[in-house]
């Protein structure tokens, strides 16, 4: 059995996509970040970095993985899904994997903050996120202009990805003029274990909540 630490973000549907699409199965345990629940000791004990997601993968000793690739990766490798075996084609998907980590995320990331989240709308900010973020949304384009999906055939690359694009509006770029990101965009939306994955953590029962977390902090769980 699998506990997912998660919120309601692209980060963190990654992870819950990634459980549905390959079905193992798994407990969501909700973190508040609007009340910090990810900074407190309890937490940081398993994410040493306090944010989401995080896994604790009980069939395993109790192994908790965190960093959103890293947990695709391990739970793909586990179960021999959503990452090829072919050494070629594994390292397309990783090559992937890694182009939405350390360029689509942060960039995005940053896109949000500048012009959602800041209270000084710096107009500099804001153009320079969102123009790097639709760069980079060009290069998605032109790859699938060749293949249905980045790594070829769907993959933990796909599962990585598609949770930030799938909020483009909300950092304020438009995909109107890139029909081979749409094209796919629409295609992974329409997955059914993607649409239970971008549901989760759902309704957060506040009592169910406290009792949990109050058995985490005496270290009885």
Not at 62 to 68: G, P
Not at 150 to 162: C, E, H, K
Request: contains cysteine; proline residues 7%.
């Amino acid at each position: 059995m699998i506990d997912l630490y998660t919120a309601p973000t692209p980060n963190g549907w990654k992870a819950s996509i990634m459980l549905e699409e390959i079905g193992l199965p798994y407990t969501v345990r909700p973190i508040r970040l609007q009340l910090g629940e990810q900074r407190e000791p309890w937490y940081v004990r398993l994410n040493p970095n306090g944010r989401i997601p995080t896994i604790v993968d009980h069939d395993a000793g109790d192994l908790a993985v965190f960093e959103s690739g890293a947990i695709l990766i391990y739970l793909a490798e586990k179960t021999g899904k959503l990452l090829p075996a072919d050494p070629r084609a594994r390292s397309v998907a990783i090559q992937w994997l890694m182009f939405q980590m350390g360029g689509i995320g942060p960039m995005q990331g940053q896109a949000n903050v500048f012009f959602r989240y800041a209270p000084e709308k710096i107009d500099y900010a804001i153009e320079r996120y969102q123009s790097e973020t639709r760069r980079l949304y060009g290069v998605l384009d032109r790859r699938l202009a060749e293949h249905e999906f980045l790594a070829g055939s769907y993959s933990i690359a796909d599962v990585a990805t598609w949770p930030w694009v799938r909020i483009h509006d909300w950092s304020g770029v438009s995909i109107d003029d890139l029909p081979n990101l749409s094209r796919w965009c629409d295609t992974i939306a329409a997955r059914p274990a993607v649409q239970r994955g971008v549901a989760i953590p759902g309704e957060i029962d506040p009592d169910a909540q406290r009792q949990w977390i109050e058995r985490f902090r005496a270290g009885q769980a």
